[in-house]
């Protein structure tokens, strides 16, 4: 089976709320990338409701990107809420994203060098990760709120809105899977540029197996699974350099 993706009519509300993700969503991101979180030492309370907070912000802003399909009568399983169909790529898909995970975590924390030189590299985004069990409790919120959230608005909403302006043929998706996944690892450009390529291509990944599949299923197991598996790493790192440093 061809990549397919299905046409939809896009009306002033959709025009909005694509201005909002693509337009000032980067803004905001930009502008507030700019702000240093070198001084900013956040107790782990804080943390805590950073995740509280981030995670309801996604869900909130998915509920009304939702909403916003549905105004015209659009049905729920067109943004991809639906069970997935079959297609031979997508285990292959999965199996590369995940490995290109597990590498990329070795290559960055496979021994005390290399986490003492990510450390070194990371020391902005540091503080925001959780430390401990407690924290990684609370943060599991926010991981399976942004693997529904995020896929919601950046695959099953804006790959079907972009498909809109460069069609459905094989070139009009995979553009819109491109500017949909460049846009996602732009928004997370507080993790530095190489962590944005990175982001890149799992997005695009991501994006393959949502267009395979024509549902958001797998791509929200997947990415939460990753963010999961990330908040783990972090939460034994920590513990390492605790142990390390005494």
């Not at 990107?65 to 898909?93: A, E, K, M, S």
Request: hydrophobic share 55%.
């Amino acid at each position: 089976m061809d990549p397919y993706v299905a046409f939809y009519e896009m009306n002033a509300w959709d025009h909005v709320m694509a201005g909002i993700i693509c337009i000032l969503a980067p803004i905001l991101a930009y502008t507030s990338r700019k702000i240093s979180t070198e001084d900013i030492q956040l107790e782990p309370e804080d943390k805590i409701r950073l995740y509280h907070s981030n995670g309801l912000l996604l869900m909130v802003f998915a509920l009304v990107v939702i909403t916003t399909w549905r105004i015209p009568g659009r049905p729920i399983t067109g943004l991809g809420i639906d069970w997935p169909v079959w297609h031979p790529l997508i285990p292959l898909l999965l199996i590369i994203i995940f490995l290109f995970y597990a590498m990329d975590i070795f290559f960055q924390y496979g021994s005390r060098k290399k986490r003492e030189r990510t450390l070194e590299k990371r020391q902005k985004t540091i503080g925001f990760v959780p430390s401990d069990s407690k924290e990684l409790f609370h943060f599991l919120f926010l991981a399976l709120a942004a693997g529904i959230g995020e896929e919601i608005i950046f695959r099953g909403y804006l790959i079907h809105y972009l498909v809109f302006w460069t069609g459905t043929d094989l070139v009009g998706i995979a553009l819109a899977a491109v500017v949909a996944s460049g846009l996602f690892a732009f928004l997370h450009g507080y993790q530095g540029a190489l962590s944005m390529l990175k982001i890149f291509f799992i997005a695009l990944l991501l994006s393959a197996v949502f267009i395979l599949s024509q549902s958001l299923m797998l791509v929200i197991l997947a990415h939460a699974v990753i963010d999961i598996m990330s908040g783990l790493v972090s939460v034994h790192l920590m513990k390492d350099i605790k142990e390390e440093s005494e």
